[in-house]
């Protein structure tokens, strides 16, 4: 496509809950990164694909936070059983080398 | 330690005044420095690289080593810069460290 596009936009979720969050990067882009961003803060790393390996998930906070990328495209990003801390945007972004990132619009997940 | 320091969480000027938005950085290698934007409602975008060396929307940012500084300028700042500023380091072939951001705000 012609960007990178994110679902949902938005998510409520109740605490216990567990979450599925879509990112569908450019077509092509090898490098597919995750990223927490709490308010007034900047993004904070969590994850990154090179096509479908995870290379590294030192930024997942925990055990309840769970990235694939099967196919090599479309990533998604589980949180199960929801928490009040994990209320954030997140982003993903891909890249088809190094570090020039285009980013999705983010979801912005609210733990109720 | 890797690390991008933005100290200033707000900058407020005045529309036509110059712009300076700090950003200093630690990192033992070679750097790769990026700014990037977020508009209001609006996606991250990346506003300008330190290796093309081009200006964008007229903002211009010149890698000081001997300072490990990065900081963005504009001469003449126009409303629609208000916006906030992330400024980011390349520590490998994949992963950015970021800024915590600043808010600039163009007051008419």
């Known amino acids: 496509g012609a960007g990178v596009s994110q679902s949902p936009r938005y998510k409520v979720a109740k605490r216990g809950q567990d979450v599925a969050l879509r990112c569908d990067p450019i077509?092509?882009?090898?490098?597919l990164f995750w990223y927490q961003q709490a308010l007034g803060q900047g993004p904070e790393f969590l994850t990154y694909?090179?096509?479908?390996?995870?290379?590294?998930k030192s930024g997942l906070p925990s055990d309840r936070f769970f990235a694939e990328r099967p196919e090599g495209s479309v990533s998604t990003l589980k949180i199960q059983r929801t928490q009040q801390e994990d209320s954030a945007v997140y982003l993903c972004?891909?890249?088809?080398?190094?570090?020039?990132?285009?980013f999705g619009s983010g979801t912005r997940l609210t733990v109720v | 330690a890797q690390r991008v320091t933005q100290p200033e969480k707000l900058l407020s000027v005045f529309k036509g005044a110059p712009v300076e938005l700090k950003c200093n950085y630690s990192?033992?290698?070679?750097?790769?420095l990026f700014w990037y934007v977020q508009y209001s409602r609006q996606r991250l975008q990346l506003l300008l690289r330190?290796?093309?060396?081009?200006s964008i929307k007229g903002f211009t940012a010149d890698l000081n080593k001997g300072e490990t500084s990065f900081h963005l300028k504009t001469p003449f700042a126009q409303e629609e810069d208000s916006a906030m500023y992330y400024c980011a380091l390349g520590d490998s072939n994949y992963q950015l460290i970021w800024g915590a951001g600043t808010k600039l705000i163009i007051k008419p």
């Open positions: 972004a891909s890249s088809l080398r190094g570090n020039g990132y285009t």
């Open positions: 077509s092509g882009h090898v490098s």
């Open positions: 330190h290796i093309s060396r081009e």
């Open positions: 694909f090179q096509n479908e390996a995870q290379l590294d």
């Open positions: 990192y033992s290698g070679s750097p790769e």
